[in-house]
């Protein structure tokens, strides 16, 4: 009841009403969910809302619900059964239901915990206008697998540590943890790739706001994207990926590591420094992207330092630490030492922002990104999943490209087309040194013969003249040994000539054979591909608002009438209080509920605060009537503790 009163304040109900389709005309379909009055769509739309405060995962669960819960919330003697209340929610979401509910939602969440300020015009009346605003909000990729016997597309199932068939939703909260908005994709949706058209889309129903300042983990990190978001005027805080730094060398102009976390005796366990990084950009090279940073050291954590890249290409020998009389290993007696100890440092994590300022808060900024597991991934774990975001609704599928395949087969296509275009470059390369050979064996013929018959007629020629034997030999060899040393110049390109000829010979060779395979690969991937199915997300976004919605609704009743020792209260903790029974007395104007008590004192002071607090607000209820709490101050007696009267 509380949570329907809640509902009804903050507009919820009115907002999921005015964004239910129209029903359509009489003569179409007369019997159907979404054709009734005004009063049975609202008990529908009550029925989808609620179904997770009262425990149920799917409409099919309605099948054996035997509980008063939903009719009570939605006003009935018996809550809708499942053939009903899934005929509403699949005709919802074939009318545009999907589209229609998400932009409610971001509208009305954003109302609810932003509202827009208001301020005093200059004029002389008071005028009253609304005032954009800037959020600070942390976005995140979240997916549910879909296990079914056909194939559809896939992703990493974080919790799961798997690639599975699986729904991808992308989830805004504020900085306070409250989600505000989510929508539904493929499961091969990369976050970065769906992320331009959800904030667009966001932005532009909500109107007042503007996501200016970003949060999300490593998966966002990549430098074009956090390129493209600083040209929209948006500023993101990530962290960046293992492969992108190496240690403190890495980065520039790092400052003073200050203490950033203690433990329970006051020792430092993390510090956090300022810094600053270049990021090369493969599409424009010479305009690197410039982050600023917060580099955390973790006390606590060791790691091994990394290699140094010149010492990996030649690494020292297993022995390099010994003295030079103690590497004898190979003799008798020999007897072996511990291993030195691997360098180590303390764990480095480096957040980054695209913020342009000349100075930095390193504290500020490591304590906004740290603030992402309390105030997204807990919420989602502590909230969302409770009420079951991870159900999936709805498996209805239309046959699409195989993703897979056609990345595949896209890679394969473009290795064909370069293996061919080197076959033909090599086919080339060959040609021009087989007709370089030729044309040096040639020359090599020519010169040879004519500096042999020259050889034979200097010989001739000292022969006549009467040279001396010796002179006459020694004139020859050293004639012949210049004459051979400018024919072996001819040979060595000829031969070199020759080897070119043989590589890329070889090589055309090498890259036909490969052809060859590339194409027995292609054409095994055609005779395997599966057809791949695309699954209708628009039931399931349906019910994905409906929980994001309640527990949006829940977290407003933590705050507004639960003690202030509830303020970081999860849903299992708070489930208990809604689901307290109790008896129900109405009238004309007042509903009054008396809850059965707890059986734990605590609950109970808990209890009666929760009540006067609900009290004193008076809420009030769809129909208009005022909501109020008591609490059942007897508690039952069994017959056995009864004591009898004495006559």
């Excluded at 691997?342 to 603030?371: F, G, R, W």
């Excluded at 992402?372 to 999936?392: C, F, H, M, S």
């Excluded at 064996?441 to 010796?470: C, I, P």
């Excluded at 628009?538 to 919605?549: H, N």
Aim: charged share 25%.
């Amino acid at each position: 009841m509380l949570l329907l009163a809640a509902a009804t304040e903050t507009g919820l109900l009115t907002q999921l009403e005015q964004a239910l389709p129209p029903s359509p005309a009489p003569p179409e379909s007369p019997c159907l969910p979404l054709a009734g009055s005004s009063a049975v769509r609202r008990r529908l739309l009550l029925t989808l809302l609620f179904l997770g405060a009262a425990g149920l995962q799917r409409t099919w669960d309605l099948r054996g619900y035997t509980a008063d819960g939903l009719a009570l919330l939605t006003g009935r003697k018996q809550a809708y059964g499942y053939r009903y209340t899934e005929a509403f929610l699949s005709q919802v979401a074939r009318a545009d239901g999907a589209e229609r509910f998400t932009d409610a939602l971001a509208c009305w969440t954003t109302h609810l915990w932003h509202a827009p300020a208001e301020r005093s015009g200059d004029t002389g009346g008071v005028e009253r206008t609304k005032q954009p605003h800037t959020l600070t909000c942390y976005i995140d990729g979240h997916r549910k697998p879909v296990y079914s016997d056909v194939l559809i597309p896939r992703g990493l199932i974080g919790r799961l540590g798997v690639v599975l068939g699986c729904r991808a939703l992308l989830l805004l909260h504020d900085e306070h943890g409250h989600p505000l908005f989510v929508t539904t994709h493929r499961g091969d949706q990369h976050l970065t790739a769906g992320i331009p058209a959800f904030l667009a889309r966001y932005e532009q129903h909500v109107g007042t706001s503007q996501v200016a300042r970003m949060i999300m983990d490593r998966e966002g990190m990549a430098t074009d994207f956090l390129a493209s978001l600083y040209a929209e005027g948006r500023s993101v805080i990530t962290i960046l990926q293992t492969n992108q730094y190496r240690d403190l060398s890495s980065f520039s102009d790092v400052g003073t590591f200050m203490p950033l976390s203690t433990d329970t005796h006051g020792q430092v366990i993390r510090e956090v420094a300022p810094a600053r990084i270049m990021l090369s950009r493969e599409d424009h090279p010479n305009q690197p992207l410039c982050l600023q940073g917060a580099l955390i050291r973790d006390l606590r954590r060791r790691v091994p330092v990394p290699p140094d890249p010149e010492e990996t290409e030649v690494p020292p020998r297993w022995d390099s630490d010994l003295p030079r009389e103690e590497r004898t290993w190979w003799r008798e007696g020999w007897q072996a030492t511990a291993a030195p100890a691997k360098a180590t440092m303390s764990k480095l994590i480096p957040i980054v922002t695209t913020e342009k300022t000349k100075t930095i808060d390193a504290i500020e900024l490591a304590q906004t990104y740290i603030h992402r597991w309390p105030a997204q991934e807990n919420v989602i774990k502590d909230y969302l999943l409770p009420l079951g975001l991870d159900t999936n609704h709805g498996f209805a599928k239309v046959a699409v490209k195989n993703s897979e395949v056609d990345k595949r087969r896209t890679r394969l296509e473009q290795r064909r087309a370069r293996l061919k275009q080197w076959a033909q470059s090599a086919g080339k390369r060959e040609a021009q040194a087989s007709r370089r050979r030729e044309r040096l064996r040639k020359t090599f013929t020519s010169r040879s013969k004519e500096l042999y018959q020259e050889l034979w007629a200097y010989q001739r020629t000292l022969e006549e003249q009467g040279v001396a034997d010796h002179v006459l030999r020694r004139e020859i060899k050293e004639r012949k040994a210049v004459a051979d040393a400018e024919l072996e110049q001819i040979r060595i390109k000829e031969w070199r000539a020759y080897e070119k000829c043989n590589t890329e010979f070889r090589k055309q060779e090498r890259y036909c054979k490969e052809q060859r395979e590339v194409l027995r690969a292609l054409e095994e991937l055609n005779a395997q591909e599966k057809t791949m199915y695309e699954l209708d997300h628009r039931k399931d976004q349906v019910m994905t608002v409906c929980k994001v919605a309640l527990a949006n609704l829940a977290m407003w009743v933590r705050d507004h009438y639960f003690p202030p020792s509830y303020a970081q209260a999860t849903w299992r903790r708070l489930q208990p209080f809604f689901q307290l029974s109790g008896t129900i007395t109405q009238d004309a104007t007042l509903v009054q509920v008396e809850l059965r008590p707890f059986n734990d004192r605590e609950l109970n002071r808990d209890l009666a605060l929760l009540c006067e607090r609900v009290n004193q607000a008076s809420p009030h209820l769809p129909g208009g009537r005022r909501l109020f709490f008591t609490v059942r101050s007897t508690c039952c007696v069994l017959a056995a503790q009864k004591v009898p009267k004495i006559p």
